[in-house]
């Protein structure tokens, strides 16, 4: 117990420090460009404003933007609770040929840096058609190498003898996968669809190389156009940035009980 106590001591001082990012974001945001720009910067604006948000949802393609931001959001995390899923299923219970080596190769790819595969990725993406479009921030999200491998090791947590009793009662593989093991699997998918979220709302630079026409702009690659090398409009961006922050929050507030039954099950804890 007194360690206990302890280690909140030490963590309640940590917590703060990742919250005071946030809670500036959040002051800044209703902060007039007179508040903003003074120096020394001001702690508390003195007087408050909406005028960043009126002008993102009013002069901007913020919307646009915030509406094509959802649409690869949910492609992500639809992609990745199927695909994601069935493979890590297929990898768990599955006997194949070369099994070990085909999973082997896969988590391999995990180690390999992003920046390397830039360069093949667009020249496959431009021979498909898909550059400037929005399909090219949607397609390199449909699945990943570390979501089979979350599924994976959960899947084989479970018990064996609930499958084998679904089998026997006439219950195909397929069924026992959809009416058996998804149910039990709510929390790894839980765990799955936020990191999937995470990475494909906050994703920055594969957008940036893959997309130029504004229509087809995300929400990231839209904010990046408030900042510039003369003038930034600060109330603005911290607004935009604020709206984008809300879903994630409320994603992980929603999902955060199950990252330790998530953890605890598939071997990922430290």
Known sequence: MRRRHLA????MPAALLFVAPLVWMVLTAFMPDSDINTYPP?????????AGFARIFTEDDYPLWLA???????????GHVVLCSLAGYGFARLSFRGRGL?????????????????IPTFLLFKNMGLIDTLGAAIVPWLASAFGVFLMRQFF??????????ATIDGCSRLGVFF????????PALATLVVFTLLGA????LWPLIAISSEDSYTLQLGLATFSGARHTEWSALMAGNVVAVLPLVAAFVLAQRH?????SFSGLKG
Request: charged letters at 15%.
């Open 8 to 11: 909140h001591l030490f963590l």
């Open 42 to 50: 001001k702690l508390w604006p003195e007087h408050f404003t909406t």
């Open 68 to 78: 094509n931001t959802v649409i690869v959001a949910v492609a992500a995390v639809a």
């Open 102 to 118: 085909t999973f082997g190769a896969l988590m391999a790819t995990i180690m390999v840096p992003t920046q390397v595969l830039m």
């Open 156 to 165: 084989l947590s479970l018990p064996k003898e609930l499958e084998e009793a």
């Open 179 to 186: 009416r058996v093991v998804l149910p039990l699997a709510r």
């Open 201 to 204: 709302w906050n994703d920055l």
């Open 259 to 263: 990252f330790v039954a998530t953890m």
